[in-house]
Every structure is written in structure tokens, then in C-alpha cells.
């Protein structure tokens, strides 16, 4: 057999099933009045489609992309629907829905790093994953590796995998596909670091097997798809680096030499469909959940900084609210505090920051004594703090964080009642470290200025907060969308990205246009014209064809 | 003024889940903690101290239990107990209501033998039995009173608001007293601060064995009980009836009203 | 003591996974079964294991000393009626009918123990008529009220001289007042909130009963002392066909209750503003849970309940949001209905509230979760939205009544 370098993959053909036996609506009002839920997902743009098709195998995926192609019908994917930027909402055709394809399907020991990785088909959540793997369900799952279940049953160690958007119900293949990230990213990184192998079908009805570490793209920056007939897809991978300083979710990956596997990781769909995931999981450690408060916000941003720095304190995430959320949150205490389901939040606190740390007995003492320290040196002390060790603690802790998210939305749901087009307006933008601070300033100083209100909370150890404006009429919406983009583009001067974890998806294709210039996007759309010829899926994700 | 707030350990009850095949328990992923209506009592041994803060109040957790129930323990000191016993021995595995209330009893009298006041939750969520409190008391000799939701002390008398079937009774009575608490003072859970949890391992915590109290071996665990398990199975699960899609709302309803029409329980003449 | 028998043992791991206290565990050197000190000798392994590896030794109880008790003994537990006369409690009828369906095994007398004011104790011929033979009955100033000490020396007393092999009591919030504090005064074993009796073939009363919030059932005997006591849950047992014509023997006893031996006094006394119908009363009940949304809603609620002569009850979270009262909720920490009909509405059926009401009739769900455990006890149950489907029930149901008036 001719040898291949490794900048070129073999897409291989399996069996495929007739399309009749193959569950499908054929039908855009049915698929409306009754499966209205697959037109949608949480940024709540609403599309449309004409069939909607719910495979079982990885077969069947490839019959339905046959079909689609050869009618030239456009596809959309559609898995969990949790996603924020509508990548998700079909614009027309076809919705292919992987949700039948939910188990796991495999169990092995990595034999080059000795972890365990797990194998699921693209539509199982991350709930379930955790569920599977801390209650050992191994139930016709394969062993990839010898011995490996039955290495793992005899284990004391909790696993579990550590990616953990806050929505749990998401799918593997989708947080795949967006490159996921939550609080856990702090300290274990995003998807991308914990994704070993995907199997992606592509529009040629053909399959990808693509295991990391093995494809490489060319010094030229090529790599090649050898399809069955013996023809190539030659792909050239952009020349721009993506921006890997920050937690980054904005645009197809991009790197000299870079491994294959990375380029389908967090492209939205835009390549082909995700019909399996292998990924590792880790040991789950004890922790202990604290939420501190401080009396300023530059105590924080100052107690931020110092627990990332020093090697001694390793928390698992740093998260933060801003006085404007703290406040927004004692009104909800004061009116109903059953459901904040949290002792009083002390009323001279103008910044918490929630951060996790390992937890063991024996240890307990000196690192709490050390947080002491750098509290006293953040002008705060530990009895304003709460803490908790045990499940049903960091259930509240969790609880108490998206009540804030949450209660945006029911304030926003109240004033939409008297202006209907009002929405929430979320940023997603990320700086590097040495920004975080000036970033902070600059949010307040343009924010007070403009009298909007607003809250700031989120993922600070990345330097990733959510900024959410409350507009309380239109003309506050459209102050809020230009503000927006004044701080879109001050990220990004400030080299950072426009949209650190959620995406571009359909809704923010402007704003990656301020981090890329027109002809980096480019470069973007002929990956995707090299790899989906005919433009079949998720059209309208991250870039826009002029043509279509 | 001395209070015993007696502890359990619990497994956390609604998240044990049956095997209705076996009829046997699935215990994965199930934490162990401190029984909620001790937090409570515990809660309104803090809420009387805090009401007097010119007496000087000890608060003194005490369990019986295995090894890990420390753990309870440690929950209590970082909830505002002052010290914490455990009373733990392989002899006193087996015990029921009486061995335990038993053991109990000669626990609080070599720890706190001049105790003022004993708090209990009102049972505890695994056993559900609620018994060991009006056994302690017996056993202490000292009268009871059940399901209060509010404690108040004066100089030599103790009122305790206490839930009835049909509503409330202010009931009084003399130190030193029992009281079982169904409701805590506060409507949340109150959470420690590091500073509780760091001050909570400075706090005395120490373990009784059987040889430091005065029973007698037979009344001890199981030799000393009364009462035995001999059987443990799933309860009877009923069978589940019809279900129906409630998309259309007027075809609902009618099928309601059928059914009920059906098994006459409604009266459809006009009264 | 728990013992193992390490032939036996072929070290499967099935006692570690039913070990409800994480106290057996397979030793991985030598793959058989070891004891750890957390075990309560709660017998889940022993039942478990199917290769008689593991086994309880228990103490066998003396022959003689079991027959110098014979009789089942209730506690006729008196409250206040409407207008503030004695009756007697439901559960006392329905521990006759138990006693009734023991006593075909074990062929004993049944007596009622009523403690009371003198003057004011309520007719009881209608103990005969429900199946008691005789009844023990005190009259005593000091037992005007419900008191612990006046009403635990009196029974004691009671007890003391007639022997009873077996002592029931409702386990009502007296009766889990009392019965636990009888037990410790003279050291007998007592089961607290039963479901179950039955007499097995060595004359023992098996006594069962829901733990683990309801999740799982316990039998549990009382081997060496008597009286076997147990409180039994109200509303579960079925009150006996009543037989006017039968007829008892009434005995009266005396005992000294001296007025500072009675420690506790009641200072005050509310009733909360409640239905006068108490729910373990009414036939019918509209039951409400966390899926109503807001305590506004709970006035359609209300109208339902009222238009089919039934009344409100409420699960616990309700109760805990301050929404609706302790006197109305149903389930493990509330109280045990069993009325003839049963409508839960966006309840989702956790086991604390199952064991509170599955013993009802009919159940009638209505929740937007379709996974909701309530599903899996109800006889009817619609997989929608309340507010959608209560209105329209109501509707169709005016218009079917107008329709008889024609």
C-alpha cells in the first residue's frame, strides 16, 4: 500500500440504509405547530425547515446528507438546542436531529497517557455522561482496551468529565462543536483539550475517522481528504493564528501545523455532522465551594490576581459578581428569599468572588489560613464568606450564581410585556490578564455614563465576564447595541476575543468582523467550500456566502 | 446554661432509591449528613443563645454513631456548637431505639451531667421513627415536649411553641427539659463562613468508646435492643393507570369527566 | 453479631452494593466479605446474599416468660369534637379492626384503654360494636388534657397489672408522645408509625413499617419483652363493620397522679383558620404542589375543590413557602390520607408525599412532566397544563350540572 504523509486522511464509506426506513416529517407545518422546539434554541431566533430527520446510526446520518445533497437541500444540525447564537436554527431545508443517538458506546485506557477516555454517540448530555460514569454504568458498552471496565470498577476514585457548561442537558457533540466551555475551563481548559477522537460525516457521504495526534496540516498549510474514487479534497487551512492567549470561541481554528482534529473543533457545524466523540475524564477531587465579599471592586479584581498568581492556592475556577448584580440579587432576597435559598448577602458587599479549592482535612486549615492572608490584604476578612464541602452545598452554591442570569430574564420577560421587541443584551468578550482591569473600568465608565442598567458577572479567571444590559426601552436597546459594539471592538483592541465561549453562530457575524479582517474570513469560507462543496450544512453559521 | 443538642448522621433519604426487583437499596452517589431536624434543634440552640447574651450558653453536640458521623459532628461546630462527643463502639452496632437511647442517656450524663436544656429533631429521616427522644427523656427522667418550632428561656421555666394537628400550643415546663424540634428558626439553611469552618477544627471534638461509659456490656447494640429488623423489601408499587396527553385541553377535561362520571365520584344534579 | 461464612463467600460484592450503611465491603486481597464497624445489623446483606454467607445471630426469647402476657390492649385516644366534647379518635376504630383480623390467630381478648375527665368521657358501647371486649377505663381530674406524665403513669400502671402481650396506639402526635415514653418506663420494645401487622407462626407480631422517607419497608419484631407496643399511621388501616348488638365489659381502674408530677402546662391553645373538615376527614381532596406557581393561582384551587365537594390539601413545599398551612400537608413529615378520591395537581410525586396519599382510592394526576413519579400511582392522569385543563374541566362540568336542571 502507498504510504501517506500525515497531512492527508482517508475519508472511508460504509454501508448506508434506505432513506424510507429512516424516521423523517416531511412537512414545514407540521414541523412547526408540532416540533416547533427544533426551530429554535436558547437565543430564541426562530427558523424554518421543510424536513426534519431523527437518524439512529451513523448509516442512517449518511443516507439522510446523501439525500439532502443530491436534492440539493440545505441541512441544519441539531442536537441539544442549548446553544446562545443560534447556530442551531435552521434557515431553511432540512433539520437533521441526532438525539436518538444517545450511549455510550465504548470504554478504554489511553495507552499513551494512561487516562481513561469514554466513546458516545453525538447525542448523549453531559448529564447523562456524569451519571454513566459516577454510577459505573457499563451496560453494553465495549471495552476499547483490555481490561479497562473492569480496571475501573475496582476503582475508590470518583471520575467524571470535567466540562460543565451551565447547561448540563447540552450534548457531547455540541459542546464539540462550539468548543464548550464553563467554570472548569479556568483550570482544565475548554473542550478542545479533552476531545481524543470524532468520527465526522461529511457532505460527500463519506466518514472521517480523525484521532488526535495523528493528522497534521502541511508546512503550506494543506491537508488533504482522500475520498474512495481516488479524488482529493484539498484543503488549505487560513493563514491567521488563532488567538489562543484567551479563552476564544470566535472563528475556525487556525495554527502552523495544527492537528486536523482542531479544525473541526468548534466550527459549528459549518464542516460536516459529528457522529462520534471519544474523550478522556479525570478524577474527581473533593472541594470546597467559598463565595467571599469584598467592599469594592478593585479589592476583588486585587484578590483575583492574587490567588491566580500564587502557586500555593489552586482554585478549580474564580467566578465574580459586580455590585450591580449583588444588588439585583438582594431585591430578590428581600421579596422572596426561599428561592435565592441563601443566608442574607451582607449589605455592605459591593464585589463577590466565588472560587473552589481542593479539599482534604488534612489540609483544610493552612489553605483556608492562606486565603485569610491575601483576604486581609484585600481589605476583607473570612467571616464575611460562606463555604461548603458536601453535594447538597454546591448544589445551592450553583443555584445562587444562575439565579442571577435567571432573574435578568424574568426582568426582561416583564418589560418585554410593554415593548415586545425588547431582549436581553449579553456580552460574551474576553482580554488577556493584564487587561482585566482597565476591561473592568472601561465597562462601568461607558455604562454609568450611558445611565443603563446592568449587571457584570462570570468567569473572571479567564478575564471572561457577561456583561447583561437591562434596557428598559427601545431607545435603551438601541443605546445598548452600539455600547455593545464599542466594547466588542475595545477587546479586541486590547487583543482579546469577541466572544469568549458562546460562539458567533448567526447572530454575531458582525462582530467577528472586527476581529478578523474580510479576508481571514476568507480563508474561512474556502475551508468550508474545500471540505462541503455544494454548502450543505449549517449555512449562515459563523460567515455568509454572498452567492446564497 | 448547658445545651445538648443530641446529632445522627443520615444518609440523605429521598435520593436512596429502590431496586423494586430485588427489593434492595441503591446507595451510588448518596452523601451522608447531618439529619435535618438536628440542624434544626441545633439551629434553635443557637437562636437561645443568641436571645441571651448575658448568659453564658454551651452547646454541646453529641451523637451516637460509626466513625464517620465526626463528620456530623464537624457540621454542628461549624454551625455553632462549642464542643462535639462521639459515642462510637463496635459494641454498639445492632442497638434500636432503646440500646440507643440508652447509650445516649449514660453519654450526657458523664459529658454534661448538669445539662439545662437537650435538643433532638423531631426524627430522623432514615429511621423516620422518632422514638429515641421520649426514651432519652424517660431514661433522663426529665419531662418532654415534641415538635416545638420556637423555644424561649427564662430564669427557670422554658416555653416551646409546638405544632399540633390543627394548629399551635404554648407549652411550659421546668429546667432541665427535652424538647424534640420539627421546625428550625430560620427559613434558609444557614451556611458556614471559612472562618466557622477553620474555628470548627479548633474546637474540642472527641470520641467516646464503650469502656468510657458505664453500661453494661449486655445492654449494649444488640444484645441490648428490643427490638429486631428481620425483613427489608421494596414497597408494594402500584399499578399506574391511564395517562393521557393533555395537548388539547377541552378532550382532556371531557376525559376527566368521563372517568370520574364512571367511578361516581362526582355528583352531577344540581344541589 | 454479623457473621461470615468464608466458605460460602465467592466474594460477588452483592452485600456491598444493598448496604444501606457502606459497612460490608469485599476484601480485594482475599475477595471474601468483611464487616466494618458502621454495620447496625440491619439484615439488608442477609437477605441479599445468595450463597447463605452471611447470617445475624439473634437471642431466642423464653417460653415462659412470653405466656404471662396474653391480650391485644389500643389506646382509645380521646379529642375534641366541634363543639368541644370528648370523642373518640378515628384511629382507635380502625386499630380494632386490626386487632380484630390478629385476633383470628391468635384468639385473645381486645380491650380499649380510655383515660379522661370524669363526666365527660364519651359513650363507649360503640367500642363493643367495632370489636373490643372489654374496656379499662380511668376517670381522673389531672387527665382532663393530654399530658405526658399523667397519662404515662396511668397506662403504665395499667399495664403493669393486666399483662397485655400487645399494646397499640395510633401513632398520632399524642401517640408519638406517649407510646415511646411507656416504652422506656418499663423497657419494652416499641415500632413507631406502622403500616402492617401480622402474626407469624411463633405467635410474634410482625411489625412493618415504611424508612428511608418511605423508600423502603422494615418487619421488625419484638422478641424478648411484652407488651410488643407499636404505633400504627392513621387512615391506613380500614375501620371494621360495626355490630351493634355486641356487647363488653366495662372496667373501671384507678391510679394516683399527684398535680406536680404532671411537668408540662399548656398556656395556650390556637387552632389555625382551617377547613373545620380536617383533610384525613374528607372524601374528597384537591391536592396542590409546587407546579401551581404562585399562591394566587391557588384560588382555581380552591374553586375545584368547592365545586366537587372536596377540599384542599397541600404538599410539603407548599407549606415551607408559607403559601398553605401544616394542618393541610399531605405526606411522609405532614399527615396520611386515604380519601376516596385523590386529585394532585402539579405535584410531581416524590416518595415523601407518595406515602402520604397511594393509599387513596382513585388518584388523579394532572402535571406537564410527563417523567413525574405521580404518574406511576395514578388510576387517571393527563400530561398537560393546569390552567388550561382545571378551566375547562370546571366549564364542561357547570354545563353538564345545568343540563340535569332541565
Request: with cysteine.
Amino acid at each position: 500500500m502507498k504510504s501517506v504523509s500525515s497531512n492527508t486522511i482517508r475519508s472511508k464509506k460504509n454501508e448506508s440504509v434506505p432513506i424510507t426506513g429512516i424516521r423523517k416529517i416531511h412537512d414545514s407545518q407540521i414541523i412547526s405547530s408540532d416540533y416547533s422546539a427544533y426551530l429554535v434554541d436558547e437565543s430564541k431566533l426562530e427558523g424554518t425547515a421543510e424536513w426534519l430527520f431523527f437518524p439512529k446510526t451513523e448509516a442512517e446520518i449518511i443516507s439522510i446528507i446523501t439525500f439532502l445533497r443530491e436534492k440539493k437541500i440545505p441541512a441544519y444540525i441539531s442536537a441539544a438546542r442549548t446553544g446562545i447564537v443560534g447556530s442551531s436554527v435552521p434557515k431553511r431545508g432540512s433539520i437533521i436531529s441526532i438525539e436518538k443517538m444517545d450511549r455510550m458506546l465504548g470504554f478504554g485506557v489511553d495507552q499513551n497517557n494512561g487516562k481513561y477516555f469514554c466513546r458516545f454517540e453525538p447525542g448523549i448530555t453531559l448529564k447523562a455522561i456524569n451519571d454513566k460514569i459516577s454510577k459505573k454504568e457499563f451496560e453494553k458498552v465495549k471495552e476499547l482496551t483490555p481490561n479497562a471496565i473492569s480496571r475501573f470498577m475496582e476503582e475508590n476514585q470518583s471520575y467524571y468529565y470535567p466540562m460543565d457548561p451551565t447547561e448540563m442537558s447540552a450534548s457531547i457533540s455540541g459542546t464539540v462543536a462550539t468548543n464548550a466551555s464553563g467554570a472548569g475551563t479556568f483550570k482544565y481548559g475548554a473542550t478542545r483539550k479533552w476531545v481524543k477522537k470524532i468520527r465526522v460525516a461529511l457532505a460527500n457521504g463519506e466518514i472521517l475517522d480523525i484521532p488526535r495526534g495523528k493528522y497534521f496540516a502541511s508546512n503550506n498549510r494543506i491537508f488533504i481528504v482522500k475520498q474512495t474514487d481516488g479524488t482529493d479534497l484539498i484543503v488549505k487551512i487560513p493563514s491567521y493564528e488563532f488567538n489562543t492567549n484567551v479563552k476564544n470561541a470566535a472563528g475556525i481554528y487556525s495554527k502552523p501545523n495544527m492537528d486536523i482534529i482542531d479544525l473541526f473543533i468548534g466550527s459549528e457545524g459549518v464542516f460536516g455532522v459529528i457522529t462520534e466523540v471519544d474523550v478522556w475524564i479525570m478524577e474527581k477531587n473533593p472541594l470546597i465551594s467559598n463565595v467571599l465579599f469584598f467592599n469594592s471592586e478593585d479589592d476583588a479584581l486585587d484578590f483575583v490576581e492574587k490567588i491566580r498568581t500564587d502557586n500555593t492556592v489552586s482554585p478549580e475556577f474564580i467566578e465574580y459578581f459586580s455590585g450591580e448584580s449583588l444588588d439585583l440579587l438582594r431585591n430578590v432576597q428581600s421579596k422572596n428569599p426561599v428561592l435565592l435559598n441563601m443566608p442574607q448577602i451582607p449589605s455592605k458587599a459591593r464585589s463577590a468572588i466565588f472560587f473552589d479549592l481542593p479539599y482534604s482535612e488534612d489540609i483544610l486549615i493552612s489553605s483556608m489560613e492562606k486565603i485569610d492572608k491575601i483576604a486581609k490584604e484585600c481589605k476583607t476578612t473570612l467571616e464575611t464568606s460562606w463555604s461548603g464541602y458536601e453535594n447538597r452545598e454546591f448544589a445551592r452554591f450553583k443555584h445562587f450564581r444562575h439565579a442571577l442570569p435567571e432573574t435578568v430574564n424574568s426582568i426582561i420577560a416583564e418589560r418585554k410585556r410593554q415593548y415586545p421587541e425588547l431582549h436581553k443584551l449579553g456580552t460574551d468578550m474576553c482580554v488577556p490578564d493584564e487587561k482585566l482591569g482597565e476591561m473592568m473600568q472601561y465597562y462601568h465608565s461607558v455604562l454609568r455614563q450611558a445611565a443603563l442598567e446592568y449587571v457584570i458577572f462570570g468567569h473572571i479567571g479567564d478575564n471572561h465576564v457577561h456583561l447583561n444590559i437591562l434596557p428598559k426601552n427601545t431607545e435603551e436597546l438601541e443605546l445598548g447595541q452600539k455600547i455593545y459594539e464599542k466594547f466588542a471592538k475595545k477587546a479586541v483592541e486590547y487583543g482579546g476575543s469577541v466572544s469568549a465561549e458562546h460562539g458567533i453562530g448567526k447572530i454575531k457575524l458582525e462582530f467577528l468582523k472586527f476581529m478578523y479582517a474580510e479576508k481571514e474570513i476568507e480563508q474561512m469560507r474556502a475551508v468550508k467550500k474545500a471540505l462541503d462543496p455544494s454548502l450543505l450544512f449549517n449555512c449562515g453559521n459563523i460567515f455568509e456566502f454572498k452567492e446564497v | 446554661m448547658k445545651i445538648v443538642v443530641t446529632i445522627k448522621q443520615v444518609p440523605e433519604a429521598d435520593k436512596v432509591a429502590v431496586n423494586s426487583e430485588t427489593g434492595t437499596l441503591i446507595r451510588e452517589g448518596v452523601e451522608s449528613i447531618l439529619n435535618p431536624f438536628c440542624e434544626y434543634a441545633l439551629d434553635m440552640a443557637v437562636k437561645i443563645k443568641g436571645d441571651n447574651p448575658d448568659i453564658n450558653v454551651e452547646i454541646i453536640a453529641i451523637s451516637m454513631g460509626p466513625p464517620q458521623a465526626k463528620m456530623a459532628l464537624m457540621r454542628c461546630l461549624e454551625l455553632g456548637a462549642d464542643k462535639a462527643f462521639l459515642l462510637s463502639d463496635r459494641a454498639f452496632a445492632g442497638s434500636d431505639v432503646w440500646a440507643t437511647s440508652l447509650t445516649l442517656k449514660e453519654g450526657i450524663r458523664k459529658i454534661v451531667p448538669n445539662f439545662d436544656l437537650v435538643l433532638c429533631g423531631k426524627q430522623a429521616i432514615d429511621g423516620d421513627t422518632a422514638q429515641v427522644p421520649a426514651e432519652l427523656a424517660e431514661n433522663l427522667g426529665i419531662p418532654q415536649i415534641f415538635y416545638g418550632i420556637d423555644v424561649n428561656v427564662e430564669k427557670k421555666k422554658i416555653r416551646v411553641k409546638k405544632e399540633t394537628d390543627n394548629g399551635f400550643q404554648i407549652i411550659e415546663t421546668r429546667f432541665p427539659a427535652l424538647i424534640t424540634i420539627s421546625k428550625g428558626p430560620n427559613n434558609i439553611r444557614r451556611l458556614p463562613s471559612m472562618k466557622n469552618i477553620i474555628e470548627a477544627r479548633k474546637k474540642p471534638l472527641e470520641v467516646f468508646t464503650a469502656d468510657k461509659l458505664d453500661i453494661e456490656e449486655e445492654k449494649l447494640g444488640l444484645n441490648g435492643s428490643y427490638t429486631q429488623v428481620i425483613n427489608i423489601f421494596a414497597p408494594p408499587t402500584k399499578e399506574a393507570g391511564r395517562i393521557i396527553d393533555g395537548g388539547d385541553p377541552d378532550k382532556a377535561a371531557e376525559q376527566m369527566i368521563e372517568f370520574l362520571r364512571k367511578k361516581k365520584l362526582i355528583k352531577f344534579e344540581v344541589e | 453479631m454479623l457473621e461470615i461464612n468464608e466458605e460460602n463467600c465467592t466474594g460477588c460484592k452483592i452485600c456491598e452494593k444493598v448496604c444501606p450503611f457502606g459497612a460490608i465491603i469485599v476484601d480485594p486481597k482475599d475477595k471474601k466479605a468483611k464487616v466494618l464497624d458502621a454495620c447496625t445489623l440491619c439484615g439488608a446483606c442477609v437477605n441479599a446474599c445468595r450463597f447463605d454467607a452471611i447470617t445475624i445471630k439473634r437471642k431466642k426469647a423464653t417460653k415462659e416468660e412470653l405466656e404471662k402476657f396474653s391480650g391485644i390492649m389500643i389506646w382509645g385516644e380521646l379529642e375534641k369534637d366541634k363543639n368541644e366534647n370528648l370523642q373518640i379518635k378515628n384511629v382507635v376504630f380502625e386499630l380494632l379492626g386490626k386487632a380484630q383480623e390478629l385476633n383470628k390467630t391468635l384468639k385473645e381478648t381486645i380491650s380499649v384503654v380510655i383515660l379522661g375527665p370524669p363526666g365527660k368521657i364519651p359513650p363507649i358501647d360503640v367500642l363493643y360494636h367495632y370489636g373490643a371486649d372489654n374496656v379499662y377505663l380511668c376517670e381522673h381530674e389531672l387527665l382532663e388534657t393530654y399530658s405526658t406524665d399523667g397519662f404515662t403513669t396511668a397506662i403504665t400502671t395499667l399495664i403493669i397489672r393486666e399483662k397485655p402481650s400487645i399494646f397499640f396506639y395510633g401513632a398520632t402526635v399524642n401517640g408519638r408522645d406517649l407510646a415511646p415514653r411507656i416504652a422506656a418506663r418499663i423497657a419494652t420494645g416499641l415500632t413507631a408509625d406502622c403500616t402492617a401487622f401480622d402474626i407469624d407462626e411463633e405467635k410474634q407480631l410482625v411489625q412493618t413499617r415504611p424508612a428511608f422517607g418511605g423508600n423502603i419497608m422494615a418487619s421488625i419484631i419484638s422478641p424478648f419483652t411484652r407488651p410488643q407496643m407499636a404505633t400504627a399511621r392513621p387512615n391506613n388501616f380500614q375501620k371494621p363493620i360495626k355490630d351493634p348488638t355486641r356487647k363488653g365489659n366495662l372496667k373501671k381502674f384507678e391510679v394516683t397522679i399527684e398535680k406536680q408530677s404532671i411537668r408540662t402546662k399548656i398556656i395556650e391553645e390556637t387552632i389555625t383558620k382551617v377547613d373545620k373538615i380536617k383533610i384525613e376527614e374528607s372524601e374528597i381532596l384537591v391536592s396542590v404542589g409546587r407546579g401551581i406557581g404562585t399562591k394566587e393561582n391557588l384560588e382555581i384551587v380552591q374553586e375545584l375543590a368547592r365545586e366537587i365537594r372536596g377540599i384542599m390539601s397541600s404538599s410539603r413545599a407548599l407549606v415551607e413557602l408559607g403559601w398553605t398551612s401544616h394542618p393541610i400537608q399531605v405526606g411522609q413529615s405532614g399527615k396520611t390520607v386515604s380519601p376516596k378520591l385523590y386529585i394532585a395537581l402539579g405535584i410531581s410525586g416524590k416518595i415523601q408525599h407518595l406515602v402520604g396519599m397511594k393509599s387513596s382510592d382513585i388518584i388523579i394526576a394532572i402535571n406537564t412532566d410527563p417523567e413525574a413519579p405521580i404518574f406511576n400511582v395514578a388510576d387517571f392522569g393527563i400530561v398537560g397544563d393546569i390552567f388550561e385543563i382545571i378551566p375547562q374541566f370546571l366549564k364542561l362540568l357547570r354545563s353538564e350540572r345545568r343540563k340535569t336542571i332541565t
